[in-house]
């Protein structure tokens, strides 16, 4: 039997609930199973630790990370820390250190979830955004100087690596290639952005050559997220920027619903060091400790690390426990039920239990 070492850190805000939700299930799934077992450890790196002890990761807390087969994460942001001291002491330090540079964001209606495009339904929106983790707008190179004086400066320079687009374009287009349709839209902002954006497009040109059963075209930023409210069955795989696909893909969750249902995965495709998954949403201090956070991207969240360490039989049958729960009414109230936490948790691992998952 296989035994999977999974690094949970459960952070902040909701994030130890959902964490708490998914890793229930995942417990179900195993020993529904049977043939692979989770070790877990949890890390209590966070906003409290941080407040205590200064540091959000102990010395040798990323070599220690580095031995699990993967990292179960929930969210980082504390109303008393700027959100880029909490991000860029938790979250990116694991991302850009253990080279996670495909960042994948599946999307899609859920049965029994309302979209609140007036005419879609499941099947009318089912994407895959390949957001680029390491680098672009968020390489975090810049600076500032003068600081409080009149003549003060900022600087956030966005950075585009031959060898970083060109990486990040063939995962796009072979994740593009896996999906029934074929398709990938490569979004840019070359009009304006003449140098990084241009490069961006000519790569994504010369990589297509190698994907020629992959259709694709191209749709500058602004025209996507008209493209996507409009017209969302024209879209199957989208790859887009660090900050692009940021801001692309909050729009792709709230149209499928809820930014309570949206996964993510930071993916190390060369699978050097272990990846990260993580619902997409934050920490979420209007609902925190009312026990009414939605856990089903924490559950679809923890499918995606299941398929990613090999074992798509238990990531498949976890995703129709939660369609099953999803279509009998049982939901959270941001997409609109009664049910809390606990009880959506209960009705995914009875399902897991019980039920015919294929
Ligand atoms: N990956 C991360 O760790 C991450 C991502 C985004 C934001 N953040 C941080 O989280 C904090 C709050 O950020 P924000 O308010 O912009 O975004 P957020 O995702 O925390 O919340 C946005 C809205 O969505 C709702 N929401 C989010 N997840 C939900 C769930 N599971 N169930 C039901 N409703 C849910 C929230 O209640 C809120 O109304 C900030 O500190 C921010 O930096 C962290």
Redesign the pocket.
């Known amino acids: 039997m296989k035994t999977y070492r999974i690094a949970a850190i459960p952070a902040d ?2 994030g130890p609930e ?1 964490i708490a939700a998914g890793l229930e299930a995942l417990d179900a799934l195993a020993a529904r199973d049977g043939g692979f077992k989770l070790d877990v450890v949890t890390y209590d790196w966070g906003s409290e630790t941080y407040k205590k002890k200064g540091y959000f990761i102990p010395d040798g807390g990323l070599d220690e990370l580095k031995r699990a087969d993967a990292i179960y994460f929930g ?4 109303p008393d820390i700027p ?1 880029h001291v ?2 860029w002491g938790l ?1 990116l330090p694991i991302c850009q250190g253990f080279d996670q540079y495909a960042n994948i964001r599946p999307t899609r209606i859920l049965p029994g979830v309302v979209s609140p495009l007036r005419d879609a339904g499941p099947g009318d929106l089912d994407w895959l955004i390949v957001r680029e983790n390491s680098e672009g707008e968020y390489a975090g190179h810049g600076g500032r100087a003068h600081r409080g004086l009149p003549e003060e400066v900022a600087t956030e320079v966005a950075i585009f690596t031959r060898v970083g687009v060109e990486r990040i374009m063939r995962y796009a287009f072979a994740s593009a290639q896996k999906r029934p349709r074929k398709h990938l839209t490569v979004v840019t902002k070359s009009n304006a952005q003449k140098f990084g954006m241009v490069m961006w497009d000519e790569i994504a040109a010369e990589v297509s050559a190698d994907f020629p059963d992959v259709t694709w075209d191209k749709e500058l930023v602004d025209a996507m997220t008209m493209r996507m409210v409009r017209k969302p069955r024209s879209i199957d795989t989208v790859v887009a920027t660090n900050l692009h696909a940021d801001i692309l893909s909050d729009l792709a969750a709230a149209l499928a619903g ?3 249902v949206a996964p993510t995965g930071n993916v190390d495709p060369s699978r050097r060091y272990p990846s990260m998954f ?2 997409i ?7 925190t400790g009312k026990g009414i ?2 856990p089903v ?1 924490s559950f679809w969240t923890a499918a995606l690390m299941l398929e990613h360490l090999g074992e798509a039989r238990a990531a498949s049958a976890l995703m129709v426990a939660v369609e099953q729960v999803c279509a009998a009414g049982v939901l ?1 109230p ?1 997409i609109g039920g009664t049910a809390t936490t606990v009880e959506v948790t209960r009705a995914v691992v009875e399902a897991i239990r019980g039920a015919n998952l294929g």
């Open positions: 805000g909701i959902v969210a980082v942001g504390a959100d909490t991000l979250r809820s930014l309570g993580e619902p949403h934050g920490s979420a201090f209007d609902i956070a939605n991207a959270t941001d």
